[in-house]
């Protein structure tokens, strides 16, 4: 049975046809706290990981390593819709484009890019959601956003279906690949399917459902895994004491980096970053 008094992370497969959020909902009810962060959201009709934080382990969302993206996604060709995805209407409807356009129109969607943001997302314009705006029918001119699309590996085609995994930077709407997708290959597209697999070290096969979340059949991620891209310092008990009032120690020779993780007997006391010769804790985990 999960410590419901623990910290650190829990990774869950989130079904279709769920929010995020009624994800998280769940699991504050199963351990009983509110204290439960985030390191992205799904879309309800998308599946796989969702890095969830629990307890003070929520402080250490800014050093995640929780980059790159990987996503499976299944592409439509010959119909856009006001989403970009399964659950808007159909605008724009064009034949699909041969597999050879869609090859280069790949090519041309890899790298840096600005990416316009769908029409329908949690993007906010003077105190104004984009998708308010756009379900009254006034949807905002949202500024291009600069992603970075690592790598499309083509999985397969069926008709218009074409099956992609696409590995990217945060903040990349895969919905809107889809779209620009259609675009670049001269027809038209949305993202029928989507599911994520990784996000940085962090994999899908490792998450629980939520029907183990019910069972209470988990256990929480350790906070020291949380950061295991850190490098770490162990601290003696005077130095650990210290850390946990706040109170710098000394860097020394044998650690590099500009941030650390400092830990006392495989717990993690405290994110650091460098002030000279000195570690200045940055997040402490352990309360005074």
């Not at 499309?152 to 990349?172: F, K, M, N, P, Q």
């Not at 096969?205 to 939520?210: C, E, I, K, P, Q």
Request: with cysteine; hydrophobic share 40%; aromatic share 4%.
């Amino acid at each position: 049975m999960p410590d419901r008094r623990a910290d650190g992370l829990l990774l869950v497969d989130k079904p279709a046809g769920i929010t995020s959020h009624a994800v998280v909902d769940r699991v504050r009810r199963t351990l009983g706290t509110r204290r439960i962060g985030h390191a992205g959201t799904l879309d309800p009709f998308a599946t796989g990981l969702l890095i969830l934080l629990v307890g003070r382990a929520t402080r250490l969302l800014p050093f995640l390593d929780a980059e790159p993206k990987v996503y499976r996604a299944k592409i439509r060709f010959g119909v856009r819709t006001t989403t970009d995805d399964p659950e808007g209407e159909p605008v724009l409807e064009a034949p699909p484009p041969d597999q050879v356009i869609v090859e280069r129109a790949i090519g041309s969607l890899t790298g840096h890019l600005l990416q316009r943001p769908p029409a329908f997302s949690a993007k906010r314009m003077a105190g104004v959601r984009a998708y308010n705006a756009a379900r009254r029918g006034e949807p905002l001119a949202l500024e291009p956003v600069g992603v970075t699309v690592y790598q499309w590996r083509v999985l397969g085609r069926d008709g218009a279906d074409l099956d992609v995994e696409i590995h990217c930077s945060g903040g990349t709407y895969v919905r809107a690949l889809a779209r620009d997708l259609g675009e670049a290959a001269a027809s038209a597209a949305h993202l029928a399917a989507l599911r994520r697999m990784r996000s940085g070290r962090f994999d899908v096969a490792d998450a629980v459902t939520l029907e183990d979340i019910q069972r209470e059949n988990f256990e929480l991620i350790a906070p020291t895994t949380a950061v295991a891209q850190l490098p770490h310092k162990a601290l003696d008990d005077l130095d650990a004491r210290r850390v946990t009032h706040g109170q710098i120690v000394s860097a020394g020779a044998e650690t590099g980096g500009e941030v650390v993780a400092l830990c006392h007997q495989d717990e993690l006391i405290a994110v650091a970053v460098r002030d000279g010769d000195s570690w200045r804790p940055k997040v402490v985990m352990r309360d005074a």
